[in-house]
C-alpha cells in the first residue's frame, strides 16, 4: 500500500513540475513580450529614404582550420 501513495506522490510531483514549467516558459515569453513592446514605444524606428541595396556574400571552404586565402 506505501508503494502505490509513493507513486502517486512521484506522478504528483512530476506533474506539479512541468506545470511549473510551462507556467516559467509563459511568463518569460509575456516578459519578453511586454519589453519588445515598451522598447519599441521608446525608440520608434526611422523610415528609410528609399530602396535599399543588399549585398550578400557565400563564403564556403572545405577547409577545417578556416583559412579562407588561396594557397600556392
Request: glycine share 10%; aromatic share 12%; hydrophobic share 45%.
Amino acid at each position: 500500500m506505501k508503494r502505490k501513495s509513493q507513486k502517486r506522490g512521484r506522478e504528483a510531483d512530476k506533474r506539479r513540475e512541468l506545470w511549473l514549467s510551462i507556467g516559467a516558459f509563459a511568463l518569460f515569453i509575456l516578459v519578453g513580450m511586454l519589453l519588445l513592446a515598451v522598447l519599441g514605444k521608446a525608440f520608434p524606428r526611422q523610415r528609410s529614404a528609399g530602396p535599399v541595396a543588399w549585398e550578400f556574400i557565400l563564403l564556403h571552404t572545405n577547409d577545417t582550420w578556416g583559412y579562407v586565402e588561396p594557397c600556392g
